[in-house]
């Protein structure tokens, strides 16, 4: 048989918030790089806060300069998918090393944010708003 490989050229990882999902590759390289859905992060967040919520888990870490970063983001808001990119992030540095765990599980950053819009009921306006009730 073929020579297996065992060394990976890149991780990959999936994060999740709401309904947005984002699928991160961390390619280690020298110098920082990071692609959203094949834009900059700069055009992909406008807002300076977002992408301080994106880049937080590596930022964090210190690892600013070690990953070029590519990042596939679907559904939700443009802040649920901010989210969603920092804990894909977050699992990806665990892969690469295992002792980061615990400063970003101190963080939060691994915690699945379960948090979602709950659904709109039979009989109802909203999921909890009930129509006005009158006597007569």
């Known amino acids: 048989m073929s020579e297996i490989k065992t060394e990976k050229k890149y991780i990959e990882t999936v994060g999740r918030r709401k309904t947005s999902v984002a699928r ?17 992060i700069e055009d992909y967040f406008k807002i300076a806060e977002q992408r301080a919520i994106v880049l937080a888990a590596i930022s964090e870490m210190k ?3 070690k990953f070029e970063v ?30 980061l ?7 939060g950053y691994l915690k699945r944010d379960p948090r979602a819009k709950e659904r709109r009921k039979f009989g109802l306006k909203k999921a909890r708003k009930a129509p006005q009730w009158s006597k007569r």
């Open 24 to 40: 991160v590759r961390l390619t280690p390289s020298t110098k920082s790089s990071f692609k959203i859905n094949d834009k900059t």
């Open 63 to 65: 690892l600013e300069q």
């Open 70 to 99: 590519t990042v596939v983001v679907k559904g939700g808001g443009v802040n649920s998918q901010a989210e969603a990119i920092r804990h894909a992030i977050a699992r990806a540095l665990i892969t690469f090393d295992l002792t």
């Open 101 to 107: 765990r615990k400063d970003l599980k101190k963080a």
